[in-house]
């Protein structure tokens, strides 16, 4: 099973595919970041979003999505965009017809790190760990969207174990 991390944001959308073996296995299979140019005007920057997550679908066939819930205490311009950036995320991925899942930054933490106040270098070196790479991924959005993928396959197992 292919499951695809998504950690959506307006300048940079993280992304990590991350293949669940049968005997239970986890490879990170890709991860990075789709960027959108600064200088473009919004509409266009949420079309190149859309154009470059479709490509990753094309590329990967991801048959589940997991995509973190957004979390926005102080500025609610920003908290706008990043939204607008997560619906066209949302509905790419619905398109496509790849299962969506939501996950908060907290329950990401939980699942990946154990602990809800896990900081980002414990988070990392986590993600590390649970897929056997070489160093920690790079650039720290795609880091995070391995989590996320990883935090969508661990609760798919406990779902499946009869777990609520």
């Not at 973190?68 to 398109?95: D, K, P, S």
């Not at 795609?142 to 779902?159: E, G, P, Y």
Request: with cysteine; hydrophobic share 45%; charged share 20%.
């Amino acid at each position: 099973m292919i499951a695809i991390g998504i950690d959506p944001g307006i300048a940079t959308t993280g992304f990590g595919v991350v293949r669940e073996e049968a005997d239970g296995r986890l490879t990170a299979l890709a991860h990075g970041v789709i960027e959108t140019p600064k200088h473009e005007p919004l509409p266009r920057r949420l079309q190149l979003l859309q154009q470059q997550l479709e490509a990753l679908i094309a590329a990967w066939h991801p048959q589940e999505a997991a995509v973190e819930e957004l979390f926005f205490a102080t500025n609610a311009r920003t908290a706008m965009i990043v939204g607008q950036a997560r619906g066209v995320v949302l509905l790419t991925l619905c398109n496509a017809r790849v299962e969506v899942h939501e996950y908060t930054p907290l329950q990401v933490k939980q699942a990946v790190a154990g602990y809800g106040q896990a900081d980002k270098r414990q988070m990392q070196e986590m993600v590390k760990l649970l897929l056997n790479l070489p160093g920690i991924p790079r650039p720290d959005d795609a880091a995070d969207a391995l989590a996320i993928a990883l935090t969508h396959l661990h609760s798919r197992k406990w779902a499946k174990a009869g777990n609520p």
